[in-house]
Structure formats: C-alpha cells, structure tokens
C-alpha cells in the first residue's frame, strides 16, 4: 500500500548522511508521481505525508514548490518551440475561409434544388412502402387464418355436437382439439379462452350424462314389473311348450323355438310347438327383447363418456351403488301382499325385471357389473326373498292362493334359472310351502269332514235301484256277494258318510298332486308326498274328527254302532286308495322305500274310541238309575218286589242290547264285530251295575241296615241275575255273564242264611261257599247291620222274648265281629 510505502520512505532526522538525503528525493518522487496520477486517489497520498513525521510537512511543500518552478520552466519551453508553427496556421485558416463561405453557398443550393425534385419521388416511395407492409400483412393474415380456421371449424362443431346430445363425439372432438388445433394457434385469446372452456365442457357433459342415467335409472325402476312380466309370461309358454314336445314327441314335425328376452335365443332338444299348441295369440306375439321394453342408450352413453374421461371407476361405482338401492326397494314387499295373487305376481315381476335389466348390462357392456357382482346382489336378494316367501306364506289360509303362489314360484325360478341365477334354495323353499299348503288343506278338509258327520243320519244306506247301488259302489269300492244277491230295495251297511269321506280323501289326493307338479321331481318322490299327506289326513285330520264325532253329546249308543261299522269299511278301502296313488304317480307298491297308508291304525284307533264310548255312556245311564234308587234302610220286612229303579234299568240294558241284535247280520264280518262290541257291552254293563251295588251297600255315609232291607236289595240283585241269565246278547257260554254278579250273590247269601259259622270254617279254602266274600267287606255290612238291629231292639220292647232272641243274636254278631276283625288284621299283617 502507498501508506506502507510513505511510511517506510520518511527521512530520517537531520542529523543523517547524504545517502539519507538521496533516499528522501526518491520516495518525495515517487509521491509526486502518485499525485500527478489522476488515477490514483489522494486522499490516502496526502494523508502519509502528513500524519508520518513532524516536519516532512514543510519538506514536502518545498519539495513541491521547486516541483512546480520546474515544471513551469519545461511549459515555457514548450510554446517557444511551437509558437511559428501556430501563426504560419492561423494565417493559412484565414486564406481558406473565403472559398469555404463560397462553397457553402453552392452546396445549399444544389441541396435546395435537389430536396425540391425529390420530394415527388419521396411521396411515391412512401406509397410503395405502406402498399410493401399491406401485403405483407395481408398474407400473414391469410396464413394465420388458414391455421384458425379449421380450430373455429371444429368448435363450432364441437358446439353441434352438444346441442345434438352426441357427447361421445363431442369428447372426441374436444381431444382433436386439445391435442392437434389448439396447439397450433395457442398464442390468440380466443384459442386461451378455447381451451379454458373446454374443461368446463366436459363436467358439463359428466352432469348431463350422469343426469340421463339417473333418469334411465328412474325408467328401469319403474319398467321393472313389465320386463319381469313379460319375461315370466315368456317362461310360462317355455314351460307349455316343453309339455307340448312330451305329448306331441310321437308327431315329430317341430320347428325351432323362439324364446329370447335378452338377445340369447334358448333352445331345447330343437323342437319348437306347432302353431296349434297354446293360445294363437300369443303365439303369434312378437318376442320382446330387453332393448324393445327398456332404452339402454344412455347407460351406453355414460359408460362410454366417463371411459374416455378417464373416470370410468367412479361410474361403476355409482351405478352399482344405485343398483343395490333399487334391489333392496324391489325386495321390499307390500304389507298385504299376501292377501291376494296379484301382490305376488307384483313382487315376483318387479325382481325378475330387476335381474332381467342386470344381466343385459352384464352382457352388454362389458365390465360395468360383472358376474360377482350380479352373483352377490342375487345372493342377497335370494336371502330376502326367501324370508318375505317364509313369512307372507304363513299368513296365507286359502289352499288355492297357496298353490296359486307355489306356481308363481316355479315360474319365477324357472325364469331366473335361464339367466344363469341359481334357483335352488327356491326349490327347497317350495318344500317349506308345501307344508304349508298341506296345513291349510288339513283345515280346509276338517271342515268338509265335519259337515259330513253332521249331515249324515248314521243308519244303512237304503238302495231301491240298480242304479242307485251303481252310483254308490263308483263311488266307494264295496263289495259284497250277499248283498248283491239280494233284491231291490235293499241297505248296505255303511252310512251315507263312508263313500263322502272316501271321494274327499281322493279329492284331497288330487289337491296335494296338483303342488307337486312343476316341481323337478321323481315320480317317486311325488308319491312319497302323496302318501305323507294322505297319512297326514287320515292320522291327524280324520281321526280327530271321529273323535271329536265320538265324544258329542248327542251322539248315542246307536250311532256309536254305526260308526264302528263305517270305519270298519274305511279301512278296508285302504288298499283302494294306496292303488289309486300308484296309478296317478305310475310308482310300483314294491318299490323300496314306498310309504305306506297308515289308515288301519287310525279306523281301529277311532273304532276303539267308539267301543269305548259305548261303554262308557251305558255305565253313565246305569249311573243316572242308580241315582234314583231311594231304599229304606231301616225297612223290618221287604216289598216283596224289586225296586222300580232296577226294573227300568233292566229293561232299558234290554232295549239297548237289542239294538245291536238289529244291526246287519248278512256280513259276517258285520255280525261277529258287533256281537263282540254287544257282549263286551253287556258285560261291562254288568260289571259296572255289580260293582255300583256293592258301593251302595258299603256306602260310609250308610250307618246301618236292617235285614229288611237286605232282604230288598237281595230281591233287587236277584232280578239282575235273572237278566244275566235270560242272555241279552247272545254269544255268552254257559253262565259267564252270571258271574259278574257272584261277588254280591255271596255276600248277600252269607246275610240271608247267616252261616258265618261256615264262612269262618272254610275260610281260605278253594272249596269254600262263600269265596268271594272279603273279610273286611263282610265286617263293614255286618256292622252296619248290627247298628240297625240295635237300633230295632230299642224300638221294639213290648216283647220281651224278641228282645232275649235279639240279645242273642247280638252276641253272636259280637263274636263274628271279633273273629272278622282278626282275619281283617291278619290280612293287613
């Protein structure tokens, strides 16, 4: 630096040499040179000087005087060595200064004189210059109006498109001129505001596209019910023409069918129904197709618009969304559905439609639903269907509307099925209405088996002709070579009820045949069905009725013999009913597995319950007569007679049992079962007469009995034997009927003879008189009689030798009580 410098070059105190001195004008030079450098700045230069030594100051400023004295000397000499040259050029200027003046005026003169003849010429070439830049222009214009033109051109195409709806082309044209016109011209606003347009021209297109299918969407929704119908109706003559092929396959002159929906011709086996099978209408109406019934265009449309904006996804989405609302609506059911067909008929139309639409944009578009899809939302409407079918059904009481509802279902599943849906669980629901259906069958033929049994008169039904016999046995199989031998008017033994109840249990085969049509099964497995809603009739529906029959009041002893004899009738047609089965199902009785009738057990059940009846009802009349019987206890003598109660029972068990003596006895069968329903009667009636005059007898309330009185009821008993022994109901051996009134014949004998002596002796023994008694019955009567002969010896006290006669037999009745009571205490030991 320059202050290094200066501060390095300062002389030294005065007291140096001249090599100091020397030095001192070297650096004072080198500073002189720096300040006559106008390059170099001064204020660092003067700075040095002035802030290095005390006295290089006024050095300085000597130095710098002498400095100027020299240079002042060098300028002096300068202008003395040049001054001659500067006047020898002054004078020469001087000489030339005339001749310039005078050039000077020609020349502005000649430029006058040329400015005044080239202004012409300065005016046409101005002309020529604007004419220059107006072709100029003019084929620039040309060539950038060849480039805009074809732009506007597809714009106002473009514009054409839209007013026309044909957005699929307008995307098309959009993407020409994004990619090919509008790059061309990019840099006018107009093609800016183009193209900043069109971006808002497509959401514009999205909005109306996805409008349109929110309308398609609407129409489907609301065209469901009449694609699903015409589609069933279509399954429906399918179905007519594949019996058709089975009735006609011997002809052999078919032609192909023509049974579409969706564009896909079904065919079977290759035959098609001659013009004459089936309605000739409807053969002659034209196949629908999905597209005749339903425009499919703007789903095409939206489809194909959102493809080619890339946001295809977002429309699947959405119009799977929108499906799976609309199938929960068509899934959801009419509160009164199932009050009648036709709400049926609605819901089955609206969710085949559903699925009809479903498979043609499944075939159609090519990945906007696909097979999973359609598999799951079938899957789900499969589940609901099946719950509304399982409840509704419940509710249904009329066997025809359930069958009604069977067929729709086949058809429904039919119908499916040849869209490729899987209709199995369906088949399997039908089983669950057919249970149902049978349910409603069972009530609907209790009521028919009721009004049968009210109506009929329960007596043989009379025949005064041969015709009126033909009718009856066309409609029962009876068979009977001694009534037929017989002649006119006669009366078969059955009541009008048995062939009634035979043609309704055939009606209700027919009826359980007709839900087992359609149904894809074996002929065997139909008969199965048969025979398990026949037992179902027959062990539940009919056998409750009988017994209800049985159980009414009015139903009396004669008509509890009448309807033994007709279940027995009823189940020996049986088998007649098992051959009919087999000869609507075609199935061989030996087949394996074959079920069969249970009628047999359920006639016998209902023929004991009637036997039973019988004797139930005798032992409640011998019950009402015993009420009345009003003895005198404490009687000394008897009547002499028996009691007028008795008597009337005798002789009603007399009228009762002739009864079954005017039963039909030209069957055997006839005579052998109602003499044994007559003898187990008599018997029990018997029994139950014996059995309730012993409890007479024995009565605790009954606190003493005169021997009067034993000898009355003994009189009583008596005419109960004679009864037995007069044989009531014939078939008796020997005296077996007799024997029902052995328990009181010894009882009362042990009183009447009074050998207690004897019955004390031979007590025990197989041989003894009075087997039959017990002891602790023969103390209680004894007892009760010993009560009352004290209670006479009160009474009777005017004869003094009576009363010594009854103190005596008090006593021995004392004895007999005591030996009684050891053999009473024996026992219970």
Known sequence: MATDRVHAALPDPPSQ??????????????????????????????RSIYDDQPHAHKRFMEKLDARIRNHD??????????????????????????????????????????????????????????CRIQQRNMATTVEKLQLCIPVLEMYSKLKEQLETKRYYAALKTMEQLEKVFIPRVSQYRFCQIMAENLPRLREEIKEISMSDLKDFLESIRKHSDKVGETAMRQAQHHRTFNRAVTKQASIGHYTKPVYSFNGRTHT????????????????????????????????YRCLHIYTVLGDRETFENYYRKQRKKQARLVLQPQANM?????????????????????????????????????DELWNMALSKIIAVLRTHSSYCDDPDLVLELKNLIVIFADTLQ???????????????VRDQYNETL?????????????????????????????????????????????????????????????????????????????????????????????????????????????????????????????????????????EFITNITNVSPETVHTTRLYGLSTFKDARHAAEGEIYTKLNQKIDEFIQLADYEWGMTESDGRASGYLMDLINFLRSTFQVFTHLPNNNNDHASMSGKVAQTACMSACKHL???????????????????????????????????????????????????????????????????STYLADYGQPTSKYLRVNPATALALLEKVYRGMKDTSKKNNIFSQFRKNDRDKQKLIETVVKQLRSLVNGMSS
């Open 73 to 130: 000397r060098e300028i002096e000499k300068m202008c003395n060595f040049h001054h001659q040259g500067f006047v020898d050029a002054i004078t020469e200027l001087l000489k030339v200064r005339t001749d310039a003046e005078k050039l000077m005026g020609q020349v502005t003169d000649t430029n006058r004189r040329l400015q005044e003849a080239g202004r012409e010429v300065t005016a046409q070439t101005q002309e020529v210059i604007c």
């Open 338 to 374: 199932h009050e009648t067909v036709e709400g049926y008929r609605r819901y089955f139309n609206q969710i085949v439609g559903f699925f009809v639409v479903e498979d043609h944009i499944l075939h159609a578009t090519h990945g906007l639903v696909t097979r999973a899809f359609t």
């Open 268 to 299: 079977h086996n290759g035959l098609m129904m001659d013009d004459d099978t089936g309605d000739e209408d409807e053969a002659d109406e034209e196949v629908l197709t999905a597209q005749d019934l339903v425009d499919f265009s703007p789903v």
């Open 17 to 46: 040499n001249e090599e100091d001195n020397r030095e001192e004008e070297k650096v004072f030079g080198n500073i002189f040179a720096e300040l006559e450098s106008v390059d170099l700045p001064l204020g660092t230069t003067l």
């Open 418 to 432: 040849d869209y490729g849906f899987p209709v199995n669980r369906l088949f399997d629901l039908l089983f669950e």
């Open 690 to 756: 014996s059995t309730s005059l012993m409890q007479m007898l024995l009565d605790t309330e009954l606190k003493q009995i005169s021997m009067g009185a034993i000898q009355q009821f003994n009189l009583d008993v008596i005419q109960c034997e004679l009864f037995a022994s007069s044989e009531p109901v014939p078939g008796f051996q020997g005296d077996t009927l007799q024997l029902a009134f052995i328990d009181l014949r010894q009882l009362l004998d042990l009183f009447m003879v009074w050998d207690w």
């Open 442 to 578: 069972l009530k609907k033929w209790a009521l028919v088996f009721r009004e049968i049994f009210e109506l009929d008169n329960y007596s043989p039904i009379p025949v005064e002709t041969e015709d009126e016999y033909k009718l009856v046995i066309s409609r029962f199989p009876f068979h009977d070579a001694e009534i037929e031998k017989q002649d006119f008017p006669k009366k078969l033994p059955m009541s009008q009820s048995v062939p009634q109840i035979y043609t309704q249990v055939k009606e209700f085969i027919y009826a359980s045949l007709k839900f087992s049509e359609s149904l894809h099964r074996s002929s065997t497995e139909i008969d199965d069905m048969l025979r398990k809603s026949t037992n179902l009739l027959l062990t539940r529906t009919l056998s409750s009725c009988l017994q209800n029959l049985i159980k009414k009041p009015h139903i009396g002893l004669t008509e509890l013999v009448q309807i033994i004899i007709n279940t027995t009738h009823l189940e020996q047609a049986c088998r007649y009913l098992e």
